[in-house]
């Protein structure tokens, strides 16, 4: 008898690390890098980005801002965003952003596609 609980309770504790091991599925970040450079092509510190997203309704009316975000580029010129917290697991795309940037009378802007779980890099030209 003793013989039969042991093997039932190896058996179980196998599937319990076999569900525990295939079941996790671990979700990477959601990450926006945008690289500010002037129009020299040289990197652009202390410069304001702004990601933003503004919904449809309709062709003749625009919807809710999705998505706004602002941070400040560093030494290098660059600004990280992290959208982790945005992306649902087996969602099929992510988003395409606005892109603003400045510094002081320098102006420019683009836009960046958000692939999930990727890092996400796209550059814009201030001038």
Same mark, same amino acid.
């Given at each position: 008898?003793?013989?039969?609980?042991?093997?039932?309770?190896?058996?179980?504790?196998?599937?319990?690390?076999?569900?525990?091991?295939?079941?996790?599925?671990?979700?990477?970040?959601?990450?926006?890098?945008?690289?500010?450079?002037?129009?020299?092509?040289?990197?652009?510190?202390?410069?304001?980005?702004?990601?933003?997203?503004? *919904? &449809?309704?309709?062709?003749?009316? /625009?919807?809710? =801002?999705?998505?706004?975000? #602002?941070?400040?580029?560093?030494?290098?010129?660059?600004?990280?965003?992290?959208?982790?917290?945005?992306?649902?697991?087996?969602?099929?795309?992510?988003?395409?952003?606005?892109?603003?940037?400045?510094? *002081? &009378?320098?102006?420019?802007?683009? /836009?960046?596609? =958000?692939?999930?779980?990727? #890092?996400?890099?796209?550059?814009?030209?201030?001038?």
């Amino acid at each position: 008898m003793m013989e039969s609980q042991i093997k039932r309770l190896s058996v179980f504790f196998i599937a319990f690390v076999a569900l525990a091991l295939f079941s996790c599925n671990k979700v990477e970040e959601t990450i926006a890098t945008v690289q500010i450079v002037n129009s020299f092509g040289s990197p652009v510190s202390g410069a304001t980005v702004r990601l933003y997203a503004v *919904g &449809s309704v309709d062709a003749d009316q /625009i919807g809710e =801002i999705r998505f706004d975000t #602002t941070q400040v580029t560093n030494g290098s010129g660059k600004v990280s965003f992290n959208f982790s917290d945005f992306y649902e697991q087996g969602q099929a795309g992510f988003v395409v952003l606005d892109i603003e940037a400045e510094k *002081g &009378s320098l102006y420019g802007q683009g /836009i960046i596609k =958000i692939e999930e779980e990727e #890092t996400n890099e796209e550059s814009v030209t201030i001038e």
